[in-house]
Protein backbone atom coordinates (compact mmCIF):
# COMPACT_ATOMS: atom_id res chain seq x y z
CA UNK A 1 0.00 0.00 0.00
CA UNK A 2 1.03 3.57 -0.78
CA UNK A 3 1.06 6.30 2.12
CA UNK A 4 -2.06 7.42 0.48
CA UNK A 5 -3.90 4.33 1.34
CA UNK A 6 -3.23 4.85 4.79
CA UNK A 7 -4.59 8.37 4.72
CA UNK A 8 -7.67 6.82 2.97
CA UNK A 9 -7.40 3.85 5.60
CA UNK A 10 -7.67 6.53 8.55
CA UNK A 11 -10.49 8.40 6.74
CA UNK A 12 -12.55 5.34 6.65
CA UNK A 13 -12.11 5.07 10.02
CA UNK A 14 -12.98 8.68 11.30
CA UNK A 15 -15.62 8.76 8.80
CA UNK A 16 -17.45 5.66 10.16
CA UNK A 17 -17.51 7.04 13.88
CA UNK A 18 -18.51 10.39 12.63
CA UNK A 19 -21.56 8.81 10.66
CA UNK A 20 -22.62 6.33 13.57
CA UNK A 21 -22.36 8.58 15.75
CA UNK A 22 -24.38 11.32 13.65
CA UNK A 23 -27.16 8.93 13.04
CA UNK A 24 -27.79 8.75 16.77
CA UNK A 25 -29.24 11.70 17.32
CA UNK A 26 -31.95 10.57 14.89
CA UNK A 27 -32.52 7.25 16.23
CA UNK A 28 -32.95 9.10 19.94
CA UNK A 29 -34.87 11.46 18.62
CA UNK A 30 -37.12 8.69 16.99
CA UNK A 31 -37.38 7.08 20.55
CA UNK A 32 -38.32 10.59 21.94
CA UNK A 33 -41.16 11.55 19.91
CA UNK A 34 -42.64 8.38 18.26
CA UNK A 35 -42.36 5.45 21.12
CA UNK A 36 -41.91 6.84 24.59
CA UNK A 37 -43.32 10.68 23.71
CA UNK A 38 -44.02 12.90 26.82
CA UNK A 39 -40.84 12.03 29.27
CA UNK A 40 -38.68 14.64 31.28
CA UNK A 41 -35.00 15.90 29.29
CA UNK A 42 -33.22 13.08 32.07
CA UNK A 43 -35.55 10.28 30.94
CA UNK A 44 -34.18 10.45 27.15
CA UNK A 45 -30.34 11.69 28.55
CA UNK A 46 -30.47 8.01 29.80
CA UNK A 47 -32.13 6.21 26.93
CA UNK A 48 -29.78 7.90 24.45
CA UNK A 49 -27.04 5.67 26.87
CA UNK A 50 -28.41 2.41 25.43
CA UNK A 51 -30.01 3.77 22.47
CA UNK A 52 -27.14 5.44 20.29
CA UNK A 53 -24.40 2.06 20.38
CA UNK A 54 -27.39 0.62 18.50
CA UNK A 55 -25.93 2.94 15.36
CA UNK A 56 -22.72 1.80 15.61
CA UNK A 57 -23.28 -1.57 16.20
CA UNK A 58 -25.90 -1.54 12.98
CA UNK A 59 -24.51 1.30 10.92
CA UNK A 60 -20.82 0.27 11.56
CA UNK A 61 -20.70 -2.68 9.63
CA UNK A 62 -22.70 -1.50 6.72
CA UNK A 63 -20.52 1.71 6.90
CA UNK A 64 -17.38 -0.48 6.54
CA UNK A 65 -18.69 -2.71 3.68
CA UNK A 66 -19.68 0.05 1.62
CA UNK A 67 -16.60 1.69 1.95
CA UNK A 68 -14.40 -0.91 1.46
CA UNK A 69 -16.69 -2.26 -1.60
CA UNK A 70 -16.34 1.26 -3.04
CA UNK A 71 -12.90 1.95 -2.66
CA UNK A 72 -11.61 -1.68 -4.11
CA UNK A 73 -13.91 -1.00 -7.16
CA UNK A 74 -11.97 2.53 -7.30
CA UNK A 75 -8.74 1.15 -6.77
CA UNK A 76 -8.44 -2.74 -8.11
CA UNK A 77 -5.19 -2.87 -8.35
CA UNK A 78 -4.73 -2.36 -4.47
CA UNK A 79 -4.72 -5.17 -2.06
CA UNK A 80 -8.21 -4.50 -0.59
CA UNK A 81 -8.14 -6.62 1.75
CA UNK A 82 -4.78 -4.90 3.52
CA UNK A 83 -6.83 -1.97 2.81
CA UNK A 84 -9.76 -2.98 5.05
CA UNK A 85 -7.76 -4.45 7.82
CA UNK A 86 -5.93 -1.03 8.13
CA UNK A 87 -9.10 1.21 8.12
CA UNK A 88 -10.50 -1.46 10.99
CA UNK A 89 -7.11 -0.79 12.95
CA UNK A 90 -7.40 2.94 12.59
CA UNK A 91 -10.96 2.09 13.96
CA UNK A 92 -9.75 0.37 16.96
CA UNK A 93 -7.62 3.13 17.79
CA UNK A 94 -9.25 5.75 17.01
CA UNK A 95 -12.49 4.53 18.80
CA UNK A 96 -10.59 3.81 22.04
CA UNK A 97 -8.73 7.55 22.04
CA UNK A 98 -11.85 8.66 22.15
CA UNK A 99 -12.42 6.66 25.71
CA UNK A 100 -10.01 9.46 27.52
CA UNK A 101 -11.07 12.72 26.31
CA UNK A 102 -15.05 11.09 27.23
CA UNK A 103 -13.37 10.60 30.86
CA UNK A 104 -13.66 7.03 30.68
CA UNK A 105 -11.02 4.03 31.59
CA UNK A 106 -9.54 2.45 28.97
CA UNK A 107 -10.92 -1.03 30.47
CA UNK A 108 -14.61 0.54 30.23
CA UNK A 109 -14.25 -0.40 26.41
CA UNK A 110 -13.23 -4.16 26.56
CA UNK A 111 -16.40 -5.96 27.00
CA UNK A 112 -17.84 -8.35 25.41
CA UNK A 113 -20.74 -6.06 23.45
CA UNK A 114 -17.50 -4.30 22.07
CA UNK A 115 -15.58 -7.13 20.75
CA UNK A 116 -18.63 -8.90 19.37
CA UNK A 117 -19.57 -5.06 17.68
CA UNK A 118 -15.57 -4.97 16.41
CA UNK A 119 -16.08 -8.61 14.89
CA UNK A 120 -19.36 -7.47 12.97
CA UNK A 121 -17.31 -4.40 11.86
CA UNK A 122 -14.59 -6.66 10.57
CA UNK A 123 -16.82 -9.20 8.95
CA UNK A 124 -18.10 -5.96 6.97
CA UNK A 125 -15.17 -4.33 6.18
CA UNK A 126 -13.18 -7.61 4.55
CA UNK A 127 -16.83 -8.53 2.67
CA UNK A 128 -16.72 -4.84 0.94
CA UNK A 129 -13.20 -5.86 0.28
CA UNK A 130 -13.90 -8.98 -1.08
CA UNK A 131 -16.81 -8.46 -3.15
CA UNK A 132 -15.58 -4.89 -4.26
CA UNK A 133 -12.39 -6.28 -5.45
CA UNK A 134 -14.07 -9.65 -7.13
CA UNK A 135 -14.18 -9.28 -11.12
Known sequence: MKYLDFIKALGVAIATI?????????????YAFVIEPG???????????????WSSHILGPL??????????????????MLFAL??????????LSILPVAG??????LT???GISLSVKVAGAFLGAYFGSRK
Not at 20 to 27: D, G, I, K, R
Not at 43 to 51: D, G, L, V
Not at 63 to 80: I, T, V
Request: proline share 9%; charged share 15%; aromatic share 22%.
Open 18 to 30: VFTLAASFPMVAF
Open 39 to 53: HPREFYNEAAQWIAP
Open 63 to 80: SFFGFNYWLARRRPDRNA
Open 86 to 95: TSIVFYGIVD
Open 104 to 109: LPLPAA
Open 112 to 114: LAF
